[in-house]
C-alpha cells in the first residue's frame, strides 16, 4: 500500500490530454514538494517534473505539474505513442516516519 | 553526463547477506545526497534508504530498517547498500538514485542507475 493514491491507468487517444492525479496528506505533499517520474518498461525511471511545476532540460512542455493542497497533478497535453509508460508521483514525508515516499503508479495507454 | 551503475545482484537463500555497490562518475560525488530505491517485479517504486553528501545521516523505510545498511565512500565515489537476513519479499531491482540536494530526507530523485536484480530464493 502506498503512502500517495494514484489512479492505476488512463488513458485517451492521440493528440488528446490526460491528467494523473496523486493525493497524499499533510505530512507529504500537503507541505513538500512533489515531483514526477516516467518509467518505460524494463528501464530505469526518469525524472520528468520537480519541484511541483518544474521541468528537467529535455522534457518537453507537453509535460506539466500542479499541486493543490494535499494533491498533485501532472498533465500530459498532444498525447504521443511514445508517452505510453508508468508514471509515479514522489514527494517525502515529515510525519513520524520521516523519508520518501512514491505514489503506486499510473499507466498511460494511448488508444 | 551523469552515470550511476550498479553492481552485485544475485540469487540468494531466505537469511543470508548481500552487499550492492553503486560507482558514480559524471558529478561531484561527495556533494550530493545517495538513494537507494526498489521494484520489485510488476510492481510500484519503494524508496529503501537514503544517505547525507557526507555519511552525516542516513534514512531507512521501515520494512529494512535494521537488516540493510547504506554506506558511501566517498574518495572512490561509491555508493553501498548491505543487505542481511534477506527475505523473498526484497526479491526486486534495486536502483541506485543521485538526490538534486546534500540531504537524504528532502528533495528529488535527479539521475538513475539501470537497476541490479537481486533474488532472494530458497
Known amino acids: 500500500q502506498s503512502v500517495l493514491t494514484q489512479p492505476p491507468s488512463v488513458s485517451a487517444a492521440p493528440g488528446q490530454k490526460v491528467t494523473i492525479t496523486c493525493s497524499g496528506s499533510?505530512?507529504?505533499?500537503?507541505?513538500?514538494?512533489v515531483s514526477w517520474y516516467q518509467q518505460f518498461p524494463g528501464t530505469a525511471p526518469k525524472l520528468l517534473i520537480y519541484?511541483?511545476?518544474q521541468r528537467p532540460s529535455g522534457i518537453p512542455d507537453r509535460f506539466s505539474g500542479s499541486k493543490s493542497g494535499t494533491s498533485a497533478t501532472l498533465g500530459i497535453t498532444g498525447l504521443q505513442t511514445g508517452d505510453e509508460a508508468d508514471y509515479y508521483c514522489?514527494?517525502?514525508?515529515?510525519?513520524?516516519?520521516?523519508?520518501?515516499?512514491f505514489g503506486g503508479g499510473t499507466k498511460v495507454t494511448v488508444l | 553526463e551523469v552515470q550511476l551503475v550498479e553492481s552485485g545482484g544475485d540469487l540468494v537463500q531466505p537469511g543470508r547477506s548481500l552487499r550492492l555497490s553503486c560507482a558514480a562518475s559524471?558529478?561531484?560525488?561527495?556533494?550530493?545526497?545517495m538513494h537507494w530505491v526498489r521494484q520489485s517485479p510488476g510492481k510500484g517504486l519503494e524508496w529503501v534508504a537514503g544517505?547525507?553528501?557526507?555519511?552525516?545521516?542516513?534514512g531507512y523505510a521501515d520494512s529494512v530498517k535494521g537488516r540493510f545498511t547504506i554506506s558511501r565512500d566517498n574518495a572512490k565515489n561509491f555508493l553501498y547498500l548491505r543487505m542481511e537476513s534477506l527475505r523473498p519479499e526484497d526479491t526486486a531491482f534495486y536502483y541506485c538514485?543521485?538526490?538534486?540536494?546534500?540531504?537524504?530526507?528532502?528533495?528529488?530523485?535527479?539521475?538513475w542507475g539501470q537497476g541490479a536484480l537481486v533474488t532472494v530464493a530458497s
Open positions: 499533510s505530512s507529504n505533499i500537503g507541505k513538500n514538494l
Open positions: 559524471g558529478f561531484l560525488f561527495d556533494d550530493y545526497a
Open positions: 519541484d511541483n511545476n
Open positions: 544517505i547525507n553528501f557526507n555519511s552525516g545521516s542516513v
Open positions: 538514485a543521485k538526490d538534486e540536494g546534500s540531504r537524504w530526507y528532502k528533495g528529488y530523485f535527479e539521475s
Open positions: 514522489g514527494t517525502w514525508d515529515t510525519s513520524l516516519y520521516i523519508g520518501r515516499v
